[in-house]
């Protein structure tokens, strides 16, 4: 398949009173058309910028963006209009990304006024059609954020999103804040878009339970870093890095008569800020030694999906 993404050695640092901080740093990584990618890992580790800075919400510090095959690291203002028809994101909370002031029907047609693409009957025709194709009945054109439960909230967050029919959407924790009924809906309606509409997504969260049933592949980042990336189904059944065997092992188990096991990270967490060379999980890992002070890249391990970035791998899966 075609690569509709890809990033090499993709930095974002904020300036702090401290020093620089780490958000993304040295992340690379590539993205097939009609793919989902998931971004798991704790809250800080840099997911959700870099799936902001992937679509220039955030300008990225070092590092290089492809595009279908084009160079969008650095863009103007012109080029960069043009790419916001194209990439999209869909915000963590409903509430807080919808203007409050604006109506349903308002947020879902700015997207195809500010392109300029339509007539007037066409967004009114788009308009029915995007509300339709989200499950928001037309009854509630008129209703205001604050009338709107999170599901719908949601939904029309998404309809905003994919009214220009965009090739690549950020899906930042969409589903985090609603209740678990409607995260199985709103993920639903996710995938049978992408089924429709062959996009691609970036899906970032925290819920490892969530990303299994949508992504094809999962990136597991800490402290700014890439530190596996695989298949999903492969994540699941070889974890490889000791941080992605504690995630996995948080995973709530349903079977009473085998309870996972859970590993408990102790240790002190690095600071993002200025972080010294070496792995940044290597505080709270239980098998570091000091080679893990050196520098640590991901390597293949064998069968050219599998990646990891730790040199003691092969000892601890022993």
């Not at 006024?113 to 009945?137: A, H, P, Y």
């Not at 402290?223 to 941080?243: D, I, R």
């Not at 990270?265 to 890992?285: D, H, K, M, V």
């Not at 570091?288 to 003691?312: I, M, N, S, W, Y």
């Amino acid at each position: 398949m075609p690569k509709l993404l890809e990033t090499r050695h993709l930095k974002k640092y904020f300036d702090t009173p401290k020093g620089k901080l780490h958000a993304v740093d040295d992340v690379t990584f590539s993205l097939e058309k009609g793919h989902t990618i998931g971004v798991v890992g704790e809250s800080g580790c840099g997911k959700s910028t870099l799936g902001r800075t992937l679509i220039h919400l955030q300008e990225s510090t070092g590092g290089q963006i492809f595009f279908n095959g084009e160079d969008i690291t650095h863009v103007d203002a012109r080029k960069l209009a043009q790419l916001r028809t194209n990439m999209q994101i869909i915000f963590q909370d409903p509430y807080s990304s919808l203007n409050p002031r604006m109506t349903v029907e308002q947020t879902i047609a700015e997207p195809l006024q500010l392109c300029k693409r339509f007539s007037k009957s066409e967004i009114q025709t788009e308009l029915e059609n995007l509300m339709t194709l989200v499950g928001i009945d037309q009854r509630m054109r008129s209703a205001y954020p604050h009338e709107l439960d999170g599901g719908r909230r949601q939904r029309v967050g998404i309809a905003r999103a994919i009214a220009l029919d965009p090739a690549f959407v950020v899906c930042d924790e969409p589903v985090s804040a609603l209740d678990v009924s409607i995260q199985a809906q709103v993920l639903n309606l996710l995938q049978d878009l992408q089924d429709q509409r062959g996009m691609t997504y970036l899906f970032v969260t925290h819920n490892l339970s969530v990303v299994k049933h949508i992504a094809d592949e999962i990136c597991v980042m800490y402290l700014g870093q890439m530190v596996e990336t695989c298949p999903s189904e492969e994540l699941f059944a070889n974890p490889l890095h000791p941080y992605t065997k504690a995630l996995l092992s948080a995973i709530p188990s349903l079977d009473i008569h085998h309870p996972r096991q859970r590993i408990i990270l102790n240790g002190e967490i690095t600071s993002p800020i200025n972080p010294q060379p070496g792995c940044r999980f290597a505080p709270r890992c239980l098998y570091a030694k000091d080679c893990c002070r050196e520098p640590q890249q991901l390597v293949d391990t064998g069968d050219g999906k599998h990646f990891v970035a730790c040199r003691r791998y092969t000892e601890i899966q022993g």
